[in-house]
């Protein structure tokens, strides 16, 4: 089996994922690097391609980063899905209830 794996994209993943625990006050870079197990330079590396891409800003008044709405706005929209597919299968319940 082939292993598709890159180390640099997990790293974002992990990174992103950290990143939701705090949406509201962010995360110092130091920490994202500890938590991740990567030297501060990769991190910041990291955090510009996350905000080139849209998905982390840095609040400049504290230097803190955090996630933007781009990713939340995601899961609303799952939420949203699943809400509606949940609508549909109640419908379909009733009408085969009518049947009876």
Known sequence: MTDYTNDAQQ?????????????VQGF?????SREIGCAPAVTTRDLAN?????????DEATGLWRLTPRLPQQAI???????HAE??????????????
């Open 87 to 100: 609508q549909q299968l109640q419908e379909a319940k009733q009408r085969f209830r009518k049947t009876l």
């Open 77 to 83: 929209k799952v939420w949203t899905a699943i809400d």
């Open 11 to 23: 790293r974002l993943i992990r990174l992103i994922l950290l990143m939701f625990g705090d949406v």
């Open 28 to 32: 110092p870079p130091s920490v994202l």
């Open 50 to 58: 996350l905000s080139e891409a849209g998905i982390a800003a840095k």
